[in-house]
């Protein structure tokens, strides 16, 4: 059933947890995804960023989305990620997206606020809950910066509470995504999150918080983070690893006694799809943070 990005995270909230908002650039994350979801009996969102329009161009994805998270038995909420070009927003609220974030993070404060208003606007006009953010991550999801390190290294702008309380204000956003030691990509180290960023936010606004760059990071930070106000984590870079692992794993094991053995697509679709399902399972078990399961 599709749901809408702001329900989602009020369900997020009524039961303490998170809800875990996979990027899906193929078929196969996408099933992957929901089946997770139906398995587990937890709501999830169906993320398709922007940069990843070379791989999954929207025209084609976009309805596929839509339409698998209509027949779902899962709460599901289809979601666009990082989006810059608001004529980009527009196409996906017209395919019937249910959030949408606008990030104008890398933009001087005044136009992340003008723009984001545009976004609000648009958003109003549809069946869609709104995603902005503030303070910056350094490294962008999919871009020439995301090999990882830590935050400091990615050049981070923790979000700071007060300026995110008018941003907040200013906006008309529904939830919001924050900087406090996260990175896009894969971790060089411990990341070190500060918790502080996301209570000082939340004893000033009572909004659902989100973290970006999800993956890699420790379950007990997970906890602490949803203990915090995180009502959203996005994921992918390690899922998607970890798919990309047991396709290697599969070819090699095929290969162990006959090097000319054939291996076909579909034997790597289906190596990706089974060990991407089983990351998103144990994912969303631990972003429920002791939830029982909402379906
Ligand atoms: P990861 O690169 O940590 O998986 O984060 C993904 C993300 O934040 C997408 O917006």
């Known amino acids: 059933m599709l749901v809408n990005l702001r329900d989602i995270c009020a369900i997020a909230e009524q039961n303490n947890m998170a809800i875990g908002s996979f990027n899906v ?3 196969e994350a996408a099933r992957a995804t929901l089946d997770a979801a139906e398995e587990t009996g937890y709501p999830v ?5 922007e940069v990843h329009d070379p791989v999954a161009p929207l025209d084609k994805i976009g309805p596929m989305l839509v339409a698998l998270a209509e027949r779902s038995s899962a709460l599901v909420c289809v979601h666009l990620d990082h989006c810059e070009n608001l004529s980009y927003m527009r196409k996906c609220l017209d395919m019937g997206f249910t959030g949408a974030m606008y990030d104008g993070s890398f933009l001087p404060y ?7 208003q545009r976004a609000a606007d648009m958003c109003m006009n549809y069946d ?12 962008r999801e999919g871009g020439e910066r995301d090999e ?5 290294e990615a050049g981070a702008v923790y979000t700071d509470p007060e300026l995110a309380a008018k941003f907040i204000d200013e906006t008309g956003l529904d939830i919001l ?20 960023v996301l209570t000082g936010i939340r004893d000033l606004r009572h909004i659902p918080l989100v973290m970006h760059g999800g993956s890699g990071v420790s379950d007990e930070d997970y906890h602490k983070a949803i203990d915090a106000g995180i009502r959203k984590i996005n994921y992918y870079t390690y899922g998607a690893k970890f798919a990309g ?31 991407y399902l089983e990351v998103t399972i144990e994912t969303m078990k631990v972003f429920a943070n002791g939830a029982k399961p909402v379906a």
Request: proline share 2%; aromatic share 8%.
């Open 110 to 116: 005044e136009e992340n606020v003008a723009n984001s």
């Open 245 to 275: 692992e047991n396709v290697l794993k599969m070819i090699a094991e095929k290969r162990a006694n006959n090097a000319d053995a054939l291996v076909y697509w579909h034997d790597m679709t289906t190596a990706a799809y089974e060990r």
């Open 45 to 49: 969102i169906l993320s398709h960023a």
């Open 25 to 27: 650039p193929s078929f």
């Open 128 to 139: 869609c809950g709104l995603e902005c953010e503030i303070g910056s991550m350094g490294s």
């Open 177 to 196: 995504a924050c900087s406090f030691g996260t990175v896009h990509g894969i971790y060089k180290g411990e990341p070190h999150l500060n918790f502080d």
């Open 148 to 152: 990882g390190g830590t935050a400091e």
